[in-house]
Every structure is written in C-alpha cells, then in structure tokens.
C-alpha cells in the first residue's frame, strides 16, 4: 500500500500563509495527473473535500486554498488563514487502492 | 442536492456481524463513474478507507480487510450496505459514506466529494 506521510501539527497566525505537507512512499502521478486529494475536518463534523487531483479546487471552497506538487511530494496551501480554517487537513492518494495521511491539525500561534 | 446518511445499531458484540446502511439522494448509481464508499475513523484518530461500490456492481475492498468486508446496493432505493464480519474492539469509531468519483475503465475510487454525517459504531462486551 502506498503511505502518506504528515506532520501531526502546524500553528499559524491569522492572516498569514499556512504550507502543509504530504509525501507519498511511491509515484501518485499517471499520464500527467496527480492522484492526490485534500480534506478538511473540524472536530464533530465529516471530512470535507478542499481540492482534487493535486491542484483542482472542490466547488464551493474558497480560492484562499490551493493545492500543488507531483509524484511523491504535495502542497495544501491556505492563503491567508482565517480563523474558520482551525480544523484538521488530511491528504488522500487514489494511484492505488485510497489511503489517508494521518493528519495535520492546524492551530493558531 | 447530493445527500447520504449512514445508519447502524450504535453497539455490538465482539464477534457479531456490523451491517450498515448508506440512504442517499441526488445522484444515480447507475451513473458511470460514480460510486459510493465507506471509510471509517477510530475516535480521535485518522481515516480508513473500506470499500466502495460502483456502477455495473463493480466492487473494491481495502486489502487489509477483505476478507471480512461485503459491500452491496440496492440502486432502486438509493441503498448501499455494508457488513463487517467477526468484529472487536478495533472496529470501534465512526463509519461514513460517501459519494466519491470512480475511474470510468475499472470503477476504483477517486475522490470523495460528498459526505454523510457518520454513525457511530461502538463494539464492546
């Protein structure tokens, strides 16, 4: 299985860039698409979709967040950081059957 | 307006079968590249990925837990199920469904874009 790898947490200022990270034990990119997506969740609530394939943003999120990288390397970047972006970001890959990264949970400095 | 929403029996025996159900609405299963699929979250802990069911019945199982896993759908009514067998403790946490994009060749997952709100599932003698 394919292992993604996140730091467990990462504290920000409002209003300031927040950069998480994902590695992948192996290659999520095929014929020029990246298998990797990003979640969003809050304590209580579902995962929430943020971005698709590496660099696509889901419909209704806003465009403070982007997603970036190739092969085994990728990007979430929220731009700047609101204080309703408080919550825990997991990345996913699809190149192989789905696994999760364990979670980064984003907090506030 | 794509919706689903997971029910179960909340609290079982270790050993005993864990059966769910995923009701949704606003989208067709018989679509091609859609699916849905359930992935569960240990209390305060990640998430797993079990299986999913696509169009044409096309089914994929997480490796790890094949064997105790049947997935299956009643597309008629908007249904898609899931048995655990010969569950313990470790299968305790919260098990969502979710609407997910498939590969259009072979039905694997993607993506999950839409969400239930999760059920909670607590195995304990």
């Not at chain 1, 034990?25 to 298998?35: E, P, R």
């Not at chain 1, 390397?73 to 059957?97: G, H, M, N, R, W």
């Not at chain 2, 790890?64 to 008629?76: A, E, N, P, W, Y």
């Not at chain 2, 067998?85 to 874009?113: K, L």
């Amino acid at each position: 299985d394919i292992v993604l790898t996140q730091s467990p947490a990462l504290a920000v200022s409002l209003e300031q860039r927040a950069t998480i990270s994902c590695k992948t034990s192996q290659n999520v990119d095929n014929y020029g698409i990246s298998y990797m997506h990003w979640y969003q969740q809050k304590p209580g609530q579902q995962p929430k979709l943020l971005i698709y394939e590496g660099s696509n943003l889901a419909s209704g999120i806003p465009a403070r967040f982007s997603g970036s990288g190739s092969g085994t390397d990728f990007t979430l970047t929220i731009d700047p950081v609101e204080a309703d972006d408080i919550a825990t970001y997991y990345c996913q890959q699809s190149k192989d059957y789905p696994t999760f990264g364990a979670g980064t949970k984003l907090e506030l400095k | 307006q794509v919706t689903l929403k997971e029910s179960g029996p909340g609290i079982l025996q270790p050993s005993q079968t864990l059966s769910l159900t995923c009701s949704f609405s606003g989208f067709l299963l018989s679509a091609s590249s859609v699916g849905v699929g359930w992935i569960r979250q240990p209390s305060g802990k990640g998430l797993e990925w079990l299986a999913t069911i696509g169009w044409e019945d096309v089914k994929h199982y997480n490796p790890s837990l094949k064997s105790r896993l049947t997935v299956s759908k009643d597309t008629s009514n908007n249904q898609v199920f899931l048995k655990i067998t010969s569950v313990d403790t470790a299968d305790t946490g919260t098990y969502y469904c979710a609407h997910s994009r498939a590969d259009y060749y072979d039905g694997s997952p993607d993506w999950f874009d839409y969400w239930g709100q999760g059920v909670m599932v607590t195995v304990s003698s």
